[in-house]
């Protein structure tokens, strides 16, 4: 099973954007045999699907976000990543990177987790 | 939206008892539906995908059941670790837009 772990800045300024990696070891992101989602949970509550990204590139993302978030891979560096443009202090929360066996719609493993916050 | 109710939202039990957890979907997802524990600090895990299938590694103690709208997650003989968050997630729609349930909260009586 592969494993994941995310990294980036842990404070963003409002309006600026929150860009996150997700660095998969274990297993190669360009096998085939692996999708790719964000999932973030904001404080004291619940999850939050954000999008999925497959290892060809193709995207689907959360209507919610209002096309604020871009999700791309990298399979030089065996890593995926995320791009959530305009934040405010809502989009302050834990995101989580984490992995799917392609074609199946349930995700596992997860990445441990980072806290963003959003503030000035 | 694909909508998911978990309930109750705290269920107070004690080691030993039988737990069960319901998750209802706002319109019929098959049984594309999975359960995920998550312990405070931690990131979830997956407990059951595809309604009731345990996932690797999962004691036998963990089912799931349901499909179409009810789902249920039953732990039959709760031990000290399993007091925890638990989430339903729903994988339905192509392309994908999964959705969470808001949670049920294990705690020890």
């Known amino acids: 099973q592969v494993q994941l772990q995310e990294s980036g800045p842990g404070l963003v300024k409002p309006s600026q954007t929150l860009s996150l990696t997700c660095a998969v070891s274990?297993?190669?992101?360009?096998?085939?045999?692996?999708?790719f989602n964000w999932v973030r949970q904001h404080p004291g509550k619940g999850l939050e699907w954000i999008g999925y990204i497959s290892d060809s590139g193709s995207t689907y993302y959360n209507p919610s976000l209002k096309s604020r978030a871009t999700m791309s891979v990298d399979t030089s560096k065996n890593r995926f990543s995320l791009r959530l443009t305009s934040v405010t202090p809502a989009d302050t929360a834990v995101y989580y990177c984490?992995?799917?066996?392609?074609?199946?719609?349930?995700?596992?493993?997860w990445g441990q987790g980072t806290l963003v916050t959003v503030s000035s | 939206e694909i909508v998911l109710a978990q309930s109750p939202a705290t269920l107070s039990l004690s080691p030993g008892e039988r737990a069960t957890l319901s998750c209802r979907a706002s319109?019929?997802?098959?049984?594309?539906l999975a359960w995920y524990q998550q312990k405070p600090g931690q990131s979830p895990r997956l407990l059951i995908y595809d309604a009731s299938n345990r996932a690797a590694g999962i004691p036998a103690r963990f089912s799931g059941s349901g499909s179409g709208t009810d789902f249920t997650l039953t732990i039959s003989s709760l031990e000290p670790e399993d007091f925890a968050l638990y989430y339903c997630q729903q994988g339905y729609n192509w392309p994908p837009m999964y959705t969470f349930g808001q949670g049920t909260k294990l705690e020890i009586k």
């Open positions: 319109q019929t997802i098959g049984s594309y």
């Open positions: 274990g297993g190669s992101i360009s096998s085939g045999a692996y999708s």
């Open positions: 984490a992995a799917g066996d392609f074609g199946e719609n349930w995700i596992d493993p």
